[in-house]
């Protein structure tokens, strides 16, 4: 059975996810939206990134999206209009066409990200592809999200109504020494191993990523794996099963808390490079060490224990060490750092009025620290 919303074949085994981006291309049918975004800057150039995407139900109810992939920004100025546009893919080989100027800003956030207005151009049963559903708090956005756990942890959790967050990377191999963070996801259960694999866990304890422009027969024996060793990067991640994962919590998230999603940048040979979201489905909060955070009714609200993040990581998928770093986090100097969004400024406006200047070298941002490297056997 096919899964719209996660880009998912459900198997009586085990599920499948796969990367068919854009192979369902068809942007024909329009509609009003919101896109929550950032503007980021590396060494060599500046991006709007798509956080979520929303289109209301009912009221300030909403479904969202969660962006897979997106290519670069196309901006146009002309006179005091300001026009962004770019692609957007999402579930099921789905492409999103998104349109806004800034005219269409709705709100600023304290994680320097921004509120439009968008038209967004797409397939006309767009509602069956969302990620899931949310409502709007005076212009912010709450997202339904979920905890899984165990069935004990789950009644200690919503007695005490206070929330641990884990010292472990994305990758469960390291320990952070300057935050922590509490784990959620998109993904409604955790039942087969590939929904591990989804949230950086897998039964055997490892996940494999392939390079750019490197050919790999659909299927391969586990025998001939050793024959694509220079394209294939085998990594660590936590060991888990299913059984641990059983449990689940649902909760209501500010969306502002949540902490920025790592990248890789892809450059398909002969096409055009766009980026690629690592581990779409998980969400995080970062939390002050030694810290908690609570939460009433199950929902989650900005409290001064919350830790935000004002970088995140873009791993050059042509080689090991880029596919690598979204996953490390430690060892990687790929990565974006987010403009500040002081006094409202308009992202947009920000962009022309700014621009051919240098915006990463002058930007002081905390970085991650780490405990020396705990390898997961």
Not at 87 to 113: Q, R, W, Y
Not at 248 to 257: K, M, P, Q, R, Y
Request: charged share 25%; glycine share 4%; aromatic share 14%.
């Amino acid at each position: 059975m096919i899964n719209k919303r996660f880009n998912r074949f459900e198997g009586s085994v085990d599920n499948m996810y796969f990367p068919n981006y854009g192979t369902a291309f068809d942007i024909s049918y329009e509609t009003e939206g919101y896109i929550k975004c950032k503007l980021l800057h590396s060494e060599k150039d500046s991006i709007i990134l798509p956080d979520q995407i929303f289109i209301k139900t009912t009221g300030d109810t909403f479904i969202w999206f969660q962006p897979l992939t997106f290519l670069m920004n196309l901006l146009i100025k002309n006179e005091d209009l300001v026009k962004s546009m770019f692609l957007v893919d999402i579930s099921s080989g789905n492409t999103l066409k998104i349109e806004f100027n800034n005219s269409d800003l709705i709100k600023t956030f304290s994680d320097n990200s921004s509120l439009f207005k968008c038209k967004i151009y797409g397939p006309k049963d767009i509602n069956d592809y969302y990620t899931g559903t949310g409502y709007f708090v005076d212009n912010v956005p709450y997202l339904r999200l979920y905890h899984h756990t165990t069935e004990t942890s789950k009644i200690a959790i919503l007695k005490n109504k206070e929330l641990f967050g884990s010292k472990w990377n994305i990758q469960g191999t390291k320990e952070l020494v300057n935050i922590s963070y509490f784990y959620l996801t998109s993904l409604d259960s955790i039942k087969k191993n590939q929904d591990l694999v989804q949230i950086a866990m897998a039964s055997n304890g490892k996940i494999s990523l392939i390079k750019d422009n490197f050919y790999l027969p659909p299927i391969i024996n586990q025998k001939d794996k050793d024959k694509y060793n220079d394209g294939i990067l085998e990594i660590n991640v936590y060991r888990e099963n299913t059984y641990n994962r059983k449990s689940t919590i649902e909760f209501v998230v500010d969306a502002t808390l949540l902490a920025p999603k790592h990248l890789f940048k892809h450059y398909p040979t002969g096409e055009a490079v766009f980026y690629e979201y690592c581990m779409p489905y998980i969400q995080r909060i970062g939390i002050d060490i030694g810290k908690t955070i609570s939460f009433n009714d199950l929902c989650i609200k900005p409290q001064s224990n919350i830790s935000i993040i004002d970088y995140q990581i873009i791993g050059d998928a042509r080689d090991f060490d880029g596919l690598e770093a979204p996953f490390d986090e430690e060892n990687t100097k790929q990565i974006f750092k987010i403009e500040k969004i002081e006094n409202s400024i308009n992202l947009l406006d920000f962009w022309f009025e700014n621009s051919n200047k240098d915006h990463y070298s002058g930007k002081n941002i905390k970085y991650q620290e780490f405990e020396q490297k705990k390898t997961i056997n």
